[in-house]
């Protein structure tokens, strides 16, 4: 079976997920209920899969959908402000074909890349509890024993703990810090940085340069 096959089968029960209560209830009444700038939009309401280059070796792992981000458009990073300021980026690096996410059918491609998740669902005030994290796991765990990347790339703490505990690090010395890198197993580079969230990036904690240089440095590893 192709990676593409493996993953279109891991993405369909992906979808059908509803472990969670909380979030099931959570992520449905955001897509009734709608921002009213999306009023006349249909909103995804469902857990949100991973989507790329079945043949990537850069695994991007973030946080969570957005509750009328990617809720509401049924894509990671699409339609939203961390988006906004991520694709951009992965284009300036070559990774996707074009500077913009605004939907499914939008013509966005990724090169050499696939992007994840944390957790799959919407949670409220973008918090996933562990236990909620704990079930969407072995989601994870399966996307990286399909993709095999060669780097992961965590975006915000939560992604670089979660990839962490998978690969049972111990070690105190390996802990999140912007532009930090680690060897995992089987040759596998750890690499973190902060969130394109807009507390981070209209705050100037994250920077365009400074983001720029994440996937840079993804690349080199990437190469090595």
């Known amino acids: 079976m192709t990676k593409q096959s493996q993953l279109d089968l891991l993405n369909n029960e992906i979808i059908q997920c509803r472990k969670c209560p909380r979030l099931v209830a959570w992520r449905e009444e955001v897509a009734r209920v709608k921002r009213k700038a999306y009023q006349n939009q249909e909103y995804w309401g469902k857990p949100v899969p991973g989507f790329g280059d079945p ?4 695994l991007v792992v973030g946080l969570a959908p957005g509750a009328h981000g990617s809720n509401r458009t049924g894509r990671q990073f699409t339609g ?15 990774f996707a074909n074009q500077p913009s996410a605004e939907s499914r059918n939008d013509g966005l491609i990724l090169k050499d890349m696939y992007i994840t998740a944390s957790g799959r669902c919407a949670p409220p005030a973008n918090k996933p509890t562990s236990e909620e994290l704990n079930n969407c796991q072995p989601y994870l765990e399966r996307e990286l024993d399909i993709l095999k990347p060669k780097v992961i790339v965590a975006l915000g703490k939560i992604g670089f703990d979660r990839i962490r505990k998978m690969y049972s690090v111990r070690d105190p010395s390996v802990k999140f810090g912007h532009g930090a890198s680690y060897p995992l197993d089987n040759g596998i580079w750890l690499l973190s940085s902060y969130h394109p969230s ?22 080199r590893l990437r190469d090595e």
């Open 55 to 58: 043949q990537a070796s850069v």
């Open 80 to 94: 939203d402000a961390s988006g906004g300021f991520l694709f951009p980026a992965l284009y300036r690096a070559g």
């Open 198 to 219: 807009q507390q981070n990036t209209l705050t100037g904690k994250l920077t365009v340069e400074m983001f720029d240089e994440i996937w840079k440095k993804a690349k």
